[in-house]
């Protein structure tokens, strides 16, 4: 197999597995409504789902990421896809709440290790900065595409009577399956990745050396902003369109899957698009963008009327269009500023770092959208959406700052 070819095999495998891992985590919505309607589950007990995955998540990061070298790569992402695999493929046997909660505990382990392995793994595929940022933007983008196909998917499957949209589980299994046998005969050299005579005491504390740092830091923060405007935005967008737009719950919640899609392709579009003007200068029209689309929106949203229940997508006020737009806006921040940091540290770094990042993700995820949801209560939605133009203006002088200590660290 030449060089070439392996390394394109390799970029597919973590293509696929990301993919995969978008469509099981987001698929807690879904679950939520189906495990109460046909399971017979309390509501309050279905919305403890989310942290059966997120603090795993945070957790994994934490205590294991910098060892994944030591352990890795390759043969942690096929340890992850092995263990949703078989947790998928009971499901349908099991077909009781606890196994749910062990299911998402699953896909949270799994997906910190995927994660930080294959973060890791782009600066092995990738030759220079831009081209990371490209592939990048390029797996982020697919990943929103895996969270539309397990929309897609948990919908068709929500069709069937009682609990038979169960069935959807052993399909996820198979492809787990099979994208951990991708992986497995996709050779990768991961001796870039282990440092210089380290140890293993090294290894458990080698995120603290990187807090210490200034550049890390100001990164670090950027990344909370930008998650803490994402998910204050997606996670109350349906609430938005019903109470500040007035639109029917059907319509509210239809909507606001615009943001996901136009997402998705944002970081599509963005990876050609990064690759030409740099990240700065895209992150920052980017933001003033978003800015932007806000302001119009507001406004607009103040004059919404009720429309009635039978009012198809077209009579939405434009303010409904305009806020889910944003997520075309958005979609290149992360994963841009992340490739970023990336690629000013040495590979040995990668897998701590990108264990930061997850955790300050679901640090800033977790309080973006509890501020945003107390905001609802405090005042209304259109304030509450209005004061996100803080955290995007923060978020901006972040980036300034990030960008002069990388000029300075180069």
């Given at each position: 197999?030449?060089?070439?070819?392996?390394?394109?095999?390799?970029?597919?495998?973590?293509?696929?597995?990301?993919?995969?891992?978008?469509?099981?985590?987001?698929?807690?919505?879904?679950v939520n409504l189906l495990v109460v309607q046909t399971l017979g589950v309390a509501r309050a007990d279905a919305a403890l789902l989310d942290a059966w995955k997120d603090l795993p998540i945070a957790i994994t990061s934490f205590l294991v990421a910098s060892l994944l070298p030591r352990l890795g790569l390759r043969r942690a992402m096929v340890l992850a896809l092995a263990a949703v695999?078989?947790?998928?493929?009971?499901?349908?046997?099991?077909?009781?709440?606890?196994?749910?909660?062990?299911?998402?505990a699953t896909v949270g382990v799994g997906f910190a290790l995927v994660k930080v392995s294959a973060y890791s793994m782009i600066g092995l595929v990738t030759a220079d900065p831009r081209s990371h940022a490209r592939f990048t933007n390029l797996l982020e983008g697919?990943?929103?595409?895996?969270?539309?196909?397990?929309?897609?998917?948990?919908?068709?499957?929500?069709?069937?009577?009682?609990?038979?949209?169960?069935?959807?589980?052993?399909?996820?299994?198979?492809?787990?399956?099979?994208?951990?046998?991708?992986?497995?005969l996709s050779p990768l050299d991961e001796r870039a990745m282990q440092a210089p005579d380290s140890r293993l005491k090294d290894e458990l504390l080698a995120m603290a050396p990187l807090l210490k740092l200034g550049l890390v830091a100001v990164f670090l923060l950027s990344a909370f902003l930008y998650v803490l405007i994402e998910q204050g935005l997606s996670t109350w967008l349906?609430?938005?369109?019903?109470?500040?737009?007035?639109?029917?719950?059907?319509?509210?919640?239809?909507?606001?899957?615009?943001?996901?899609?136009?997402?998705?392709?944002?970081?599509?579009?963005?990876?050609?698009?990064?690759?030409?003007?740099?990240?700065?200068?895209?992150?920052?029209?980017?933001?003033?963008?978003?800015?932007?689309?806000i302001l119009a929106a507001l406004p607009l949203s103040r004059a919404a009327m009720p429309l009635p229940p039978d009012a198809g997508w077209l009579h939405a006020p434009l303010a409904a269009y305009l806020l889910p737009a944003t997520g075309l806006l958005l979609a290149p921040i992360y994963p841009a500023i992340n490739s970023a940091m990336l690629s000013a540290l040495p590979q040995h770094r990668h897998a701590a770092m990108t264990g930061l990042i997850v955790v300050f993700s679901a640090l800033g995820g977790t309080l973006g959208s509890f501020v945003t949801g107390r905001l609802f209560v405090a005042f209304d939605g259109a304030t509450a959406f209005a004061l996100l133009l803080v955290p995007v203006a923060a978020l901006a002088l972040a980036l300034a700052g990030m960008r002069r200590r990388l000029t300075a660290h180069a």
């Open positions: 197999m030449t060089p070439s070819s392996s390394t394109r095999r390799i970029k597919l495998a973590i293509i696929l597995t990301y993919m995969l891992f978008g469509a099981l985590l987001n698929s807690v919505g879904p695999a078989l947790a998928c493929a009971a499901m349908p046997q099991l077909s009781a709440f606890w196994a749910f909660k062990l299911l998402f697919l990943f929103m595409v895996g969270v539309l196909g397990g929309y897609l998917l948990f919908g068709q499957a929500a069709q069937q009577p009682g609990s038979g949209w169960l069935s959807v589980y052993p399909l996820l299994a198979a492809l787990a399956g099979a994208a951990g046998l991708l992986v497995l349906p609430s938005f369109n019903n109470e500040v737009l007035h639109l029917p719950t059907a319509m509210s919640v239809g909507l606001a899957v615009i943001m996901p899609a136009s997402t998705a392709l944002g970081r599509l579009l963005s990876a050609a698009v990064i690759g030409r003007l740099g990240w700065f200068a895209v992150v920052m029209a980017c933001l003033v963008g978003i800015a932007a689309l």
